[in-house]
């Protein structure tokens, strides 16, 4: 079965630094694009940052500068570093990977974690 | 970057009844060099992460119920429920993936009247 699990996820002041892990199983991260979105308590999802096959990164103008994705392919894994968080970067953070339908890949996602809570407060 | 507005914020309907979600994007979503709409539905259900119901506007997943549809094209789309089954109790979101970045509607919630 493909999966992912988020881990990592706490409560910080502002200024302060996380990093989210999400481990995947049944399928090789390093070969899918793999996303991390969030959503704000009560409200909707929002698209974060993804990083392709080929390794370019990408981010939402809310946290580009402040946010990295990265991956372990050793250990199958994917990473978001979190640094000079806000109170607005509060939310379930969700790890998803975006479909590949006849080899092509696609930004809608097909695979997505339970999600892990950051909390930003002081 | 593209708006995703989703009609009503909230919705009940009775058991066995028909519910109907709206979707309508600030543009096309219409990709001319495959002639698809790139038009995702998820279901939420309370503390769950996103389900992918329907993509390319009206494909439903492996394993989604056939009383889920999805139509609509260009700008407008919508999501159907023929039959409200209590399990269907969730929040819908509409993303689109047409441009960078992907964006989501504010998400429907359905409950059961």
């Known amino acids: 079965e493909e999966q992912v699990v988020e881990t990592g996820g706490g409560l910080t002041q502002p200024g302060g630094s996380l990093r989210l892990s999400c481990a995947a199983s049944?399928?090789?991260?390093?070969?899918?694009?793999m996303n991390w979105v969030r959503q704000a308590p009560g409200k909707g999802l929002e698209w974060v940052s993804v990083i392709h096959d080929g390794g370019s990164r990408y981010y939402a103008d809310s946290v580009k500068g402040r946010f990295t994705i990265s991956r372990d392919e050793s250990k199958n894994m994917l990473y978001l570093q979190m640094n000079s968080l806000r109170v607005e970067d509060t939310a379930v953070y969700f790890c998803?990977?975006?479909?590949?339908?006849?080899?092509?890949?696609?930004?809608?996602?097909?695979?997505w974690g339970k999600g892990t809570t950051v909390t930003v407060s002081s | 970057d593209i708006v995703m507005t989703q009609s009503p914020d909230s919705l009940a309907v009775s058991l066995g009844e028909r519910a109907t979600i709206n979707c309508k994007s600030s543009q096309s979503v219409l990709y001319s060099s495959n002639n698809r709409n790139h038009l995702a539905w998820y279901q939420q259900k309370p503390g769950q992460p996103p389900k992918l119901l329907i993509s390319w506007a009206s494909t439903r997943e492996s394993g989604v119920p056939d009383r889920f549809s999805g139509s609509g094209s260009g700008t407008d789309f919508t999501l159907t429920i023929s039959s409200l089954q209590a399990e269907d109790v969730a929040v819908y979101h509409c993303q689109q993936y047409h441009s960078t970045p992907r964006t989501f509607g504010q998400g429907t919630k359905l409950e059961i009247k």
């Open positions: 998803a990977r975006d479909a590949t339908v006849a080899g092509t890949r696609y930004f809608y996602m097909d695979v």
């Open positions: 049944g399928f090789t991260v390093s070969s899918k694009y």
